[in-house]
């Protein structure tokens, strides 16, 4: 009976083993998808100042001040980025090759991806 109760027990480990990586998956992917909405804005932000740069050239409309703005919140929206960023790295875990960002395992040396040293 013990080695049906000890199977019992090592059955739960895995399933809350399981749980506990589906959640830091699902954490994960709660931060890329933040990250690619804010990466949408600066999309948005660079059309913005393309379409106030064309004016300025066009209509002779002096848009400075406002270009200077919307540049500084694209900066703050990729400071968040990069945030975001280093959050998936931590959830992740492991060595991120700080060349190419690629995960690599606790004990590499090497990024598995550029050979740069770790």
């Known amino acids: 009976m013990a080695t049906f109760e000890d199977a019992v027990v090592k059955t739960k480990e895995y399933f809350d083993l399981a749980c506990q990586k589906t959640g830091e998956f699902v954490d994960v992917q709660k931060l890329k998808y933040e990250a690619a909405k804010i990466r949408s804005a600066v999309k948005k932000d660079y059309e913005t100042i393309g379409r106030m740069y064309y004016d300025e050239i066009k ?3 002096d848009n400075a001040d406002v270009i200077k703005v ?3 919140d694209i900066d703050d929206k990729k400071a968040i980025i990069a945030e975001i960023e280093d959050k998936i790295r931590e959830a992740k875990g492991g060595n991120c090759c700080n060349n190419c960002g690629t995960q690599n395992s606790d004990d ?3 990024c598995r991806k550029c050979g740069k040293k770790l």
């Open 108 to 110: 590499s040396d090497f």
């Open 70 to 72: 919307v540049v500084a």
């Open 59 to 61: 209509k002779g409309k």
